[in-house]
């Protein structure tokens, strides 16, 4: 991997997987001196096709948004403790599908994107795709997927 790594971004869903990727993408960010963007995308319950029919009233996406970082900060705290990683990081919550906006977010030459493996059963992928597989297919930077500790044992 080239020295020229300035970002590594990396996927967070609050399951093992994304804990794992998070811990294994700030090892990456010390490596090359680089900035660590954890990010964890979100879309609303029933999909922005049902909330473009019915919209939700301004203090319930609030709630969304709320859970949503909520989600990121509990993921961070349990990849680094509550005192962090000692890293650059700059945390962010994206309104998207996870694959397009992991890929929209790790867009530059200089970025590395760490993902975990998904941890859901094969309906889950097949009714919702593989962020992974997204990731690693439409990405522009190199993509690192990483196992989480429960599927080694």
Do not use: I
């Amino acid at each position: 991997m080239s020295t020229m790594v300035k970002r590594v971004v990396v996927g967070v869903d609050g399951s093992p997987g994304s804990v794992a990727a998070l811990r294994h993408g700030a090892q990456e960010a010390a490596r090359h001196h680089a900035l660590l963007c954890p990010v964890h995308a979100w879309a609303p319950p029933g999909g922005e096709a049902a909330d473009a029919v019915h919209p939700a009233p301004a203090d319930v996406r609030a709630h969304w948004e709320r859970d949503a970082d909520a989600t990121l900060t509990r993921a961070c705290q349990e990849a680094f403790g509550t005192t962090g990683n000692g890293a650059r990081m700059l945390p962010r919550t994206v309104r998207a599908p996870a694959g397009m906006a992991l890929v929209a977010c790790a867009a530059r030459d200089t970025d590395v994107l760490v993902v975990g493996d998904g941890g859901h059963g094969s309906l889950h992928r097949l009714l919702h795709g593989s962020v992974s597989r997204y990731c690693l297919r439409h990405a522009h930077c190199p993509v690192l997927l990483v196992h989480s500790a429960d599927d080694a044992a």
